[in-house]
């Protein structure tokens, strides 16, 4: 049986990761929601098609943002009954090159999923990332193109702020400065500790062997 989210309906951050979402998380914590971020042990139940297992992963929060969030919004939509939707967007170029120094080298079963199967990380491949970007957007816009009160976008970088998220969740706009988190300005790497290389080894361990399962168990999505 299909389980369907009874109840008021979550705000769904649409938005990719660097295009603003810790600034839209804080935010939405400053105006009273409980917010849920980025999940990594959400990627294999969405693989598999167990959204039953998703609704009990967010039941207890009002919104949520950040990956993998973005990617399910229409199964979102059609299982949660009257939820709000924002998309944060950037310019393509300043976006990408934040979210390629964000990744790194650093491949991992998310955003081998986002991306493509062996296209996981942006640094490598430009245009790809920019594609997959780009089309979503795209995707988002047309899918509430005749849903206007259900979709808001926000572009931080172009001084959007309490003035148009507020009306949009129909709250007044709090007396307090709107949140602003800029991870874009990146300082040369300072020299690794001995146990901070060796967490960062673990993890490394961990998002292969996450990946060779996924190829294992043949979860990922046909291209």
């Not at 950037?90 to 991992?108: A, P, Q, T």
């Not at 991306?115 to 509430?144: A, C, M, W």
Request: proline letters at 6%; glycine letters at 6%.
């Amino acid at each position: 049986m299909q389980i369907t989210m009874q109840g008021k309906g979550k705000i769904i951050g649409v938005g990719f990761q660097k295009t603003g979402t810790s600034t839209l998380r804080e935010a939405l914590k400053i105006l009273g929601y409980s917010v849920k971020d980025t999940t990594p042990r959400a990627l294999i139940p969405i693989l598999r098609g167990n959204y039953d297992r998703i609704l009990r992963i967010i039941k207890n929060y009002d919104a949520l943002e950040d990956t993998p969030w973005y990617m399910i919004y229409k199964v979102l939509d059609q299982r949660i009954p009257g939820c709000k939707f924002i998309l944060t967007v950037r310019d393509e170029n300043d976006w990408y090159k934040s979210v390629s120094k964000h990744i790194g080298d650093l491949r991992s079963a998310q955003h081998e999923w986002i991306y493509g199967r062996g296209k996981g990380l942006p640094k490598d491949d430009r245009e790809n990332t920019i594609r997959v970007y780009s089309q979503h957007n795209l995707e988002v816009l047309e899918y509430f193109k005749n849903r206007p009160h259900d979709l808001l976008v926000l572009d931080f970088t172009k001084g959007d702020r309490w003035e148009k998220l507020c009306p949009f969740l129909g709250k007044p706009i709090p007396d307090t400065p709107f949140p602003h988190y800029n991870k874009s300005n990146y300082t040369a790497p300072k020299r690794e500790s001995f146990f901070r290389k060796i967490k960062n080894f673990r993890k490394r361990v961990k998002n292969q062997l996450k990946i060779w399962f996924i190829d294992l168990m043949g979860y990922w999505p046909p291209t």
